[in-house]
């Protein structure tokens, strides 16, 4: 029996995104920049793809630039705002954040930049009254996450995106986990910068988008040929993006009914854990991403077993889990994510991370839930 319990690591792609890509591969290969029959029937597909990835989240066409996936759009946010300033200015972040939007903070305060690193509540929450507090008269940017990879959590987004805008800061917010999975209107969200990735919604990987609020600007990623409003230059890959737009299109049209499936499975799979003594529950439970499930898991010999350890028995097991984001999880470290919200660092090496997706269902949930109790209970027993 295999299960699949990674979606936030990644989504298999829809049937709709593997037509897509593969039409386009087979017989729509043109440069979109040609000014021939060839190319302007592969740039009406790159637009097509804009309006649906758009669709999806409220915005207009213009605003959505393309990238390679969500770490180019987080970063070309960051620094997109960064770089129009002669002289270092000041930048807040969240504590909790992913590392595509860490790092390039932690390159901008080696730069002479002053960050300020947004503390969370036990929960992985930002109190808005802090970000209050943190604006300086300099304060270039914004960036606080909308749903926490690691633990679930799901921020007060529009709260504090108001408070952005009433100082008249830019925000930014990395949605790449809550697209697809909650409902995004950026016609009436305060966001101002979003950044999406298509195989976290079922797309292919290797594609990803920046929402760029109109009038904003922005310093390129990347200088060349001026593709992408000239913020990121370079041949689009309209296959790639051709099926990010198809993922885009059946999310939008399922999300509603998703949301709740999703929501159901995966407080079933809480409660069936509940009273499971060596698993504490992580993040929000009320606030929360809708697949989302996170433990840290308080091993009777910390510093031999850590979450990795499940990870590997449930891979053995036939089950697909993740210690933590996928972008850190063959690092051996205590989770930054936990230490922010107050984990000393021997339990934050104990984080697990289930993500449920289309294809769970409630016997999934159930053998998990029975697999994971085996597991842990023999490995009490070393």
Known sequence: MQIYLDYSATTPPCGAAIDGLQSVLRDQWGNPSSLHHWGQRSALILETARQQVATLVGAEPPEIVFTAGGTEADNLAILGIAQGY????HLIVSAVEHSAVAEPARWLESQGWQVTW?????????????????????????????????????????????????????????????????????????VDLLSLSSHKIYGPQGAGALYVRSGLTLQPGLRGGGQERGLRSGTQAVATLAGFGAAAAVAAVGLSGEQGRLAALRDRLFQLLADEPSLRPTGDRHHRLPHHVSFCWHSPDPPRLTGKTLVHHLNLAGIGISAGSACNSGKTMASPVLLAMGYDSVHALGGIRLTLGSSTTAADIDWTALVLRQVIHRLSQW
């Open 118 to 190: 947004l503390g969370v509540d036990g929960l992985g929450r930002v109190n808005p009254s802090d970000l209050q507090g943190a604006i300086q008269p300099n304060t270039a940017l914004i960036s606080v996450i909308y749903g926490q990879s690691e633990v679930g959590t799901v921020q007060p987004i529009a709260e504090l995106g108001a408070i952005a805008r009433s100082a008249g800061v830019p925000f930014h917010t990395d949605a790449v986990q809550v697209a697809g999975r909650l409902p995004l209107d950026l016609q009436t969200l305060p």
């Open 86 to 89: 002669d002289q270092p200015q």
